[in-house]
């Protein structure tokens, strides 16, 4: 389980924000970062004071230092303090027990060991798309929708396509390539180039092993905590991509 300072909260307008700093915790009812705690005489039995700085777009309280505190139960203060780092958690359970499809992604050329006259000349394009899926589908405008209940806890993750990772290891040369998709990819239809960021240029003769893996971007809900984690599917198998040598060029 990760820190909660690599975990991200929403806070007010949507803006994605830390979790947890280093003096410092997320409260989602005010948007604001609970920190020191202010003793007073004033302040009823079983409650505490903190001070909360403002976080997220809520330009009316930016200049409003005076009100920056929360007043709290505090067993409420307690619970506050680790309920992110709960729904972070249990949306972490829930991700782990979720079936994410089985895909293997797709190249241009195809892989070798499938179809033996598959190749690239060397200075052409390798290209890699996702296959037709759910993930190629999903966005933060049309998510997968998961729900759990772990005992009395729920969670509502909407998981959304956010990159696919694309690695290649040359078994002769030892090149290595490495390229991240922002989009599943364009579909290769003929083009002499690369039509995207989810096409590599191979500039060395060899066979590469291809392994790939999907970034999905999940917004998780649990009670009045939310948050955003990113979390990494490796696709099936591997491919093996040909690249072979076109033709040499004479330099007077």
């Known amino acids: ?9 929403i806070a007010a307008g949507g ?22 705690k202010i003793d007073a005489a004033f302040i009823a039995k079983n409650y505490t004071r903190f001070e909360c700085a403002p976080a997220g777009d809520q330009p009316s309280l930016k200049g409003a230092a005076g009100n920056n505190y929360i007043t709290v139960p505090t067993s409420e203060a307690e619970a506050r303090a680790t309920a992110a780092k709960a729904g972070a958690r249990l949306a972490e359970d829930a991700l782990a027990d979720y079936d994410f499809e089985k895909l293997v992604v797709s190249t241009q050329p195809s892989d070798a060991t499938v179809r033996p006259d598959a190749f690239v000349f060397t200075q052409g394009y390798v290209w890699a798309w996702v296959p037709p899926s759910k993930a190629r589908s999903s966005s ?11 005992g009395g806890s729920h969670v509502k993750l909407q998981i959304s396509f956010l ?10 040369s030892g090149t290595q390539g490495f390229i991240q998709c922002d989009d599943p990819g364009p579909v290769y239809a003929g083009e002499p180039r690369g039509g995207s960021a989810c096409s590599w240029k191979a500039k060395k003769q060899d066979v590469y092993r291809v392994t790939s893996s ?14 955003v984690l990113i979390h990494e599917e490796p696709m099936d198998g591997t491919q093996m991509i040909r690249v072979q040598d076109g033709y040499a060029v004479n330099v007077k």
């Open 140 to 150: 933060q405008r049309s998510p997968i929708v998961l729900e759990s209940t772990d």
């Open 214 to 227: 999907i970034l999905y971007r999940v917004e998780w809900t649990a009670g009045d905590e939310s948050g």
């Open 1 to 9: 389980m990760a820190s909660m300072k690599d975990q991200t909260c």
């Open 163 to 172: 990159a696919m990772n694309v690695h290649f290891d040359g078994q002769s």
């Open 15 to 36: 803006v994605e924000v830390p979790c947890e700093t280093d003096t410092s915790w997320f409260y989602a009812p005010k948007s604001c970062y609970a920190s020191k």
